[in-house]
């Protein structure tokens, strides 16, 4: 099959920031691409060949935008999988498959894969609603402090609430859920593995999520993770032991957490290029980016080691700002060693908001450490 | 100032694979581009935020376009230069400046520059016609062989000839042009440097032209180039002492050779993102298209230094071929370590067209030319 600079067309559902990142290389290889995202100002609405705005939930809308294309992908989760399955039988090259992204799309179905797996996870239970937790919480069957996720929809810690006394419970939503045992952990650690439907897997590093002591929020992805090799080679088999059983094709964020006693358990996956991965951009011989592509496209997939130590901070909206966005002190940081900020394109900034990241590059670790305090420390997304 | 996610409008003249890749980073700091280029197929069509199409020389189409943003740039030198130097006096930020493309422009008046300034550079006669050059090499005031040079619109090889007999004249264009002693030399090298308007100024580590031995064409472009530190600090200062005397803003690329004696002489400049800086995407901490962008916002400038060695080959049109571009075992190459491919987007192969580059980047320069050569051998740019 011919890809470059031919009349073969990509689609991808969803037009934010990692679809974004995913035109970069389309364009590099010179990919013609369909992007369908909800909204009219999507990152991709510029530098995909042709975009179309619409419910990425609606079947009709996805399914009529899936006949459109050759090889389809998504960027997010939250798509319309009876549309998916229904072009996949009709015979498109849907990748991730539908059938993995059923086993992922819903958190307790997920779970469930992992037990039957022996994959490593954390003891939890499944409930239909918030009666049958609550009912086995009051007769202490389920003992606080536990982890409540919602099974569906949840998204960039929406839908995870550690529960340590039963008024905890008033404030959560009546749908399905788990309960999850809380292990005490080291380390949050995330390995990203890539596939092409050849066959062909390599995981990239294992990089490490530093978090901030008080407010609990990611602060740094760290690749290489400062841990052991032993533990590293844990954490690398792991993911790749769970990339096999779920058979899966283009990238899979494995994320997990390395417990006090060394041992690494699988938290939840991702089947997509990962906020855990940006900083392959700088860092990688072969960014996560391109690598998806080259899986979907069953091509060879490219070198996962790293050139340089790679950290990233993500840039969210600041508390208290909302409306035009304005990065302050960005020209301060842009004169530091191995420093690239890379701005979503969002227009609007809000609390939290996910409006960029900055990647920090340097041969040394400490040194990219110490510079990425900096950069946190220093820009701010604020508006105007 | 603020250019991300703002109002902010950047105009670029010129669509071809240079602006393209400026606007890989345009796309990364989220900032509006306006590109003008002659060709409704231009590459850098899509990812643009305004695309107008429109001659590059003429003086209102050029003018016109200029009034429409806030800082304009080019990709290519052929652009109505009157035009520049209006919307310059009337307030517009143009970087390079009309007067730096003014010094360039012409090959004649750029080598009466490099003697004024003291500037290394082979000895020449300027012509305002074949026929005074013809009266100086029958009177043999001009001696064969000499390398014959038409000053103006010259592109790419294009309006260069070594000259080695009489008959080789009748081939040339009756228009103004030098003539250039033949300098014996061992290396073709090349400086990048670059320049905000604040005066902050970095050069790009000295890169090596390798030739093919037979067919005198530029095969691979190697960083660092393997030359003796000497030698390499002399071009680097040497390209410095061109910047600083030209003034320039933005990215000034300066070809030299290493002559049989280790003399470094200035062959010629240009005054924008170069081919012999492509490599910079994968193996420098900040790319070139990056630092021009950061150079002409007055941004302060990237590390360019080196994460690894980067070899770049060029992917031309094969000779026999014209029509629908087919990359032959692209595939293979891209199984290789390091190995990138990027394809500007042409559609339409020719003899010798300028279709991609392929960069490879390895820890280890022995392994990456390795590496290269075998790229080299099995790609081929052909047509289906």
């Known amino acids: 099959m011919n890809y470059f600079s031919s009349d073969f067309k990509l689609g991808i559902l969803g037009g934010g920031q990692l679809g974004k990142m995913l035109l970069f290389d ?32 609606d079947f009709d809308t996805v399914y009529n935008f899936g006949k459109k294309v050759d090889v389809l992908t998504f960027e997010i989760e939250l798509v319309n999988l009876e549309a998916l399955e229904k072009l996949e039988a009709e015979g498109l090259k849907v990748y991730p498959s539908p059938k993995t992204l059923r ?38 069957e389920i003992v606080m402090p536990f982890v409540w996720k919602c099974t569906e929809f949840g998204y960039d810690g929406n839908g995870v609430k550690i529960v340590r006394q039963i008024a905890d419970l008033d404030s959560l939503p009546n749908v399905e859920c788990i309960a999850e045992e809380m292990i005490p952990f080291k380390n949050e650690l995330a390995v990203i593995v890539c596939r092409n439907p050849s066959g062909e897997i390599k995981t990239y590093p294992v990089v490490e999520m530093e978090f901030h002591p008080e407010a609990n929020q990611v602060e740094y992805v760290i690749c290489p993770a400062r841990i052991d090799d032993a533990v590293a080679e844990k954490a690398r088999a792991i993911a790749l032991n769970v990339s096999q059983n779920f058979n899966h094709v283009g990238l899979l964020a494995v994320e997990m957490f390395q417990t006090v006693d060394d041992e690494v358990i699988v938290n939840e996956v991702a089947p997509r290029p990962h906020n855990s991965g940006h900083y392959s951009i700088e860092a990688s011989y072969t960014s996560q980016f391109e690598n998806h592509l080259r899986a979907i496209l069953d091509l060879p997939l490219g070198n996962t080691d790293s050139k340089v130590a790679g950290i990233m901070v993500n840039l969210v909206g600041a508390e208290g700002f909302s409306g035009n966005v304005v990065y302050q002190n960005i020209e301060k940081i842009l004169a530091w060693d191995g420093v690239t900020p890379h701005i979503y394109g969002k227009k609007q900034t809000r609390p939290f908001r996910k409006m960029g990241h900055v990647t920090i590059a340097n041969e040394n670790m400490a040194e990219a450490r110490r510079i990425a305090q900096e950069v946190k420390n220093t820009i701010r997304v604020i508006s105007s």
Chains 1, 2 share one sequence.
């Open 26 to 57: 389309t364009r590099k290889f010179d990919i013609q691409t369909y992007v369908l995202d909800p909204s009219d100002e999507a990152p991709c609405k510029i530098a995909c060949n042709h975009f179309f705005q619409g419910d990425l939930m």
């Open 103 to 140: 086993g992922i799309q819903n958190k307790g179905r997920q779970k469930d894969f992992y037990a039957e797996n022996n994959i490593p996870t954390a003891p939890y239970q499944r409930f239909e609603n918030l009666e049958g937790l609550k009912s086995k919480v009051t007769s202490s």
